[in-house]
């Protein structure tokens, strides 16, 4: 039993900033190595950014997702991958809390644990004795190389039922690392594929993936603690957005770090910022970033709110979550797109900043879960009365 007093959103949201130089200074390398900097892991655990969504007798914080938000965003603002790494690292540390309690107490005992994870039933299980033997390969698996433990989905084939899909917690160590992270965008993420072998996964360690998708414990210890009480979609949404809206934030320190030692080629403007363009770019790129930040912060504040009283959740409000990450992933990458333009030629350099932030913002986009389009139907569908298309709600 770990229990410590846990950190003010305040001073987490502190501890994300002080991060800045670190990170920054990282974050060209961890994007031509393809996985974040040694140093840059440390100072994340150092600053107790693993511990945000463990349990509080692990040592926990028990952070609510506006915390998640806001401290996603400064990292974001310094180094894209980390934040999403971070991120990516919150959500299947906070399904590991629906486990039961010694399945918990295994994964929490290594201090500062990264726990990686999918959500793609992209392998097969066969019931075995006491437990599940898995054959397969995940994808875009965050932060891989850094983790000791993944959450992995399957798809198990009883004798005498339909295909069920399940969730379970493997050792990265028992799993093979495929180093295939080769892409333009969020490269410093390291998110290779991960391969299991006839893997044997004990019982105890599997999950119903609907149960999970619905909030259902096997941890009565967690039960009771609000921020374990929201289903894995709002919360796998919240955990989310925070790094959107943290690179559209980059996007404008890298704007306004270059402007007053520009001009616009081939016009009068001597100075950018005395030009008319440059005050409508700024306008709307600024004001896109403040979109995204409330339709950030109505979600967070939508998953705390219904965590905190354990109310039931309707569709519709299931529905809005997705919508809500897909707004802040839209807005963000249009206010960078924005910048991007008004950056000039000087800023195709690759050691140009913005480089990094637009191909960033580019690749969280086109995650499949993040898409704005998708999220976008799914709400309206909702909304005019007709089936969800999807289970991940």
Same mark, same amino acid.
């Given at each position: 039993?770990?229990?410590?007093? =846990?950190p003010?959103?305040? *001073?987490?949201? *502190?501890?994300?900033?002080?991060?800045?130089p670190?990170?920054?200074?990282?974050?060209? *390398?961890?994007? *031509?190595?393809?996985?974040?900097?040694e140093?840059?892991?440390?100072?994340? =655990?150092d600053? @107790?950014?693993?511990?945000?969504?463990? %349990?509080?007798?692990?040592?926990?914080?028990?952070?609510?997702?506006?915390?998640?938000?806001?401290v996603?965003?400064?990292?974001?603002?310094?180094? #894209?991958?980390?934040?999403?790494?971070?991120?990516?690292?919150?959500?299947p540390?906070?399904?590991?809390?629906?486990?039961?309690?010694?399945?918990?107490?295994?994964?929490?005992?290594?201090?500062?644990?990264?726990?990686?994870g999918?959500?793609?039933?992209?392998?097969l299980?066969?019931?075995?004795?006491?437990?599940? +033997?898995?054959?397969?390969?995940?994808?875009f +698996?965050?932060?891989?190389?850094h983790?000791?433990?993944?959450?992995?989905?399957?798809?198990?084939?009883?004798?005498?039922?339909? %295909?069920?899909?399940?969730?379970?917690?493997?050792?990265v160590?028992? $799993?093979?690392i495929?180093?295939?992270?080769?892409t333009? @965008?969020?490269? #410093?993420?390291?998110?290779? !594929?991960? /391969?299991?072998?006839?893997?044997?996964?004990?019982?105890?360690? /599997?999950?119903?993936?609907g149960?999970?998708l619905? #909030?259902?414990?096997?941890?009565?210890?967690? &039960?009771?603690? %609000?921020i374990?009480?929201?289903?894995?979609?709002?919360?796998?949404?919240?955990?989310? +957005?925070?790094?959107?809206?943290? $690179?559209?934030?980059?996007?404008?320190?890298?704007f306004?770090?270059?402007?007053?030692?520009?001009?616009?080629?081939y016009t009068?403007?001597?100075?950018?910022?005395?030009?008319?363009?440059?005050?409508?770019?700024?306008?709307?790129?600024v $004001?896109?970033?403040?979109?995204?930040?409330?339709?950030?912060?109505?979600?967070? !504040?939508?998953?705390?709110?219904?965590?905190?009283?354990?109310?039931?959740w309707?569709?519709?409000?299931? &529905?809005?979550a997705?919508?809500d990450m897909?707004? +802040?992933?839209?807005?963000?990458?249009?206010?960078?797109?924005?910048?991007?333009?008004?950056?000039?030629? !000087? !800023?195709?350099?690759?050691?140009?900043?913005m480089?990094?932030? &637009?191909?960033?913002?580019?690749?969280?986009?086109?995650?499949?879960?993040?898409?704005?389009d998708?999220?976008?139907?799914l709400?309206?569908?909702? $909304?005019?009365?007709?089936?969800?298309?999807?289970?991940?709600?």
């Open positions: 039993m770990r229990v410590a007093e =846990a003010t959103r305040a *001073q987490l949201v *502190q501890r994300a900033k002080d991060l800045a670190v990170l920054k200074k990282h974050a060209e *390398q961890s994007e *031509q190595d393809r996985r974040l900097h140093e840059t892991i440390e100072a994340l =655990a600053a @107790g950014i693993f511990r945000m969504r463990v %349990p509080a007798r692990y040592g926990g914080y028990e952070a609510g997702t506006r915390t998640l938000v806001d996603a965003a400064e990292l974001g603002r310094a180094d #894209g991958a980390a934040a999403w790494t971070a991120s990516v690292y919150w959500i540390t906070w399904m590991t809390c629906l486990f039961p309690e010694h399945v918990q107490e295994e994964v929490f005992s290594t201090p500062d644990v990264r726990i990686c999918t959500l793609s039933p992209s392998a299980a066969v019931p075995a004795d006491g437990g599940v +033997v898995v054959n397969g390969k995940w994808s +698996v965050s932060g891989a190389l983790s000791q433990w993944q959450e992995i989905v399957a798809v198990v084939q009883e004798a005498d039922g339909p %295909p069920q899909p399940i969730m379970a917690l493997v050792p160590s028992d $799993l093979q495929v180093d295939d992270w080769h333009f @965008g969020l490269r #410093g993420t390291g998110s290779v !594929s991960t /391969v299991a072998q006839d893997l044997f996964v004990p019982q105890e360690r /599997v999950m119903p993936l149960a999970v619905q #909030g259902q414990h096997a941890s009565p210890l967690n &039960a009771d603690t %609000p374990y009480r929201a289903p894995l979609l709002p919360v796998a949404s919240a955990s989310s +957005v925070g790094t959107a809206l943290g $690179l559209a934030r980059a996007a404008r320190d890298a306004f770090e270059r402007m007053p030692h520009r001009g616009i080629t009068g403007y001597g100075r950018q910022a005395e030009a008319p363009l440059t005050h409508h770019q700024v306008a709307e790129a $004001l896109k970033t403040d979109q995204a930040e409330f339709h950030a912060h109505r979600l967070a !504040s939508l998953v705390d709110g219904k965590s905190e009283t354990g109310s039931e309707t569709l519709e409000e299931r &529905a809005r997705r919508a897909g707004a +802040v992933c839209r807005l963000a990458k249009e206010a960078v797109t924005v910048l991007a333009g008004a950056s000039g030629g !000087s !800023s195709v350099y690759s050691d140009a900043p480089q990094r932030i &637009a191909r960033d913002i580019q690749a969280v986009n086109l995650h499949a879960l993040m898409n704005p998708t999220n976008s139907e709400y309206g569908r909702v $909304l005019c009365g007709q089936e969800p298309d999807t289970l991940y709600l």
